[in-house]
């Protein structure tokens, strides 16, 4: 793993990157960075990075919107915020995926969220059980460098996800998920040890 982390690219990789691109994603990126540059007064950081069309930002009262050099909302994707919200560098919200910061979501540096994922730090109401009374409504999210969620996932509150992490594919994540794991599954479960993967 140490080779690795040595190898990551500088964040000039995105621009390096982006000369390579046929002209039309020259074109989308170019729109997407001047959506950002549009909404500047929105996030409480100023690293560049690509906002695609039909992408709703609703920040709250009190909200912190951090997000690194090089990330990427995807078309269609929702982002709520009364918390502290950090997108890491790289890193991806896919189309159509929502994400919702009550309280406090981390997303780390490279990490890949696919098409109609779904992570909420809240259940949005208060809500008592028999035997048990109320129930813990918001707790925070933490998720890890170089990780890859599958589509149609849900990450639920509380959720602590390490690095280098697979989710496959209509997961629903309610507990903690080790490092270099491979888990997939209602509710998600262990199917694997991760070595690594690429975009």
């Given at each position: 793993?140490?080779?690795?982390?040595?190898?990551?690219?500088?964040?000039?990789?995105?621009?390096?990157?982006?000369?390579?691109?046929?002209?039309?994603?020259?074109?989308?990126?170019?729109?997407?960075?001047?959506?950002?540059?549009?909404?500047?007064?929105?996030?409480?950081?100023?690293?560049?990075?690509?906002?695609?069309?039909?992408?709703?930002?609703?920040?709250?009262?009190?909200?912190?919107?951090?997000?690194?050099r090089?990330?990427?909302?995807?078309?269609?994707?929702?982002?709520?915020?009364?918390?502290?919200?950090?997108?890491?560098?790289?890193?991806?919200?896919?189309?159509?995926?929502?994400?919702?910061?009550?309280?406090?979501?981390?997303?780390?540096?490279?990490?890949?969220?696919?098409?109609?994922?779904?992570i909420?730090?809240?259940?949005?109401?208060?809500?008592?059980?028999?035997?048990?009374?109320?129930?813990?409504?918001?707790?925070?999210?933490?998720?890890?460098?170089?990780v890859?969620?599958?589509?149609?996932?849900?990450?639920?509150?509380?959720?602590?996800?390490?690095?280098?992490?697979?989710?496959?594919?209509?997961?629903?994540v309610?507990?903690?998920?080790?490092?270099?794991?491979?888990?997939?599954?209602?509710?998600?479960?262990?199917?694997?040890?991760?070595?690594?993967?690429?975009?």
């Amino acid at each position: 793993m140490e080779d690795r982390e040595q190898s990551v690219p500088d964040f000039g990789h995105f621009w390096r990157q982006f000369m390579r691109y046929p002209l039309r994603d020259k074109v989308i990126a170019a729109l997407g960075v001047m959506r950002w540059a549009l909404r500047l007064y929105k996030f409480d950081s100023r690293e560049p990075f690509i906002i695609e069309r039909k992408v709703q930002v609703l920040k709250w009262k009190g909200g912190v919107i951090e997000v690194g050099r090089g990330a990427r909302w995807a078309m269609g994707s929702k982002i709520v915020v009364g918390g502290h919200l950090r997108f890491g560098s790289r890193a991806i919200l896919g189309p159509h995926s929502t994400l919702m910061c009550a309280t406090e979501v981390t997303i780390g540096d490279r990490s890949m969220i696919a098409w109609n994922v779904s992570i909420f730090d809240s259940i949005g109401h208060r809500l008592w059980m028999e035997r048990v009374g109320e129930v813990e409504v918001e707790a925070p999210i933490t998720i890890g460098n170089d990780v890859w969620i599958g589509p149609y996932s849900i990450i639920m509150k509380g959720v602590t996800i390490g690095d280098n992490v697979v989710i496959g594919a209509g997961s629903v994540v309610r507990r903690d998920v080790p490092p270099n794991t491979l888990v997939y599954g209602n509710p998600a479960r262990m199917a694997g040890k991760v070595d690594h993967w690429e975009r």
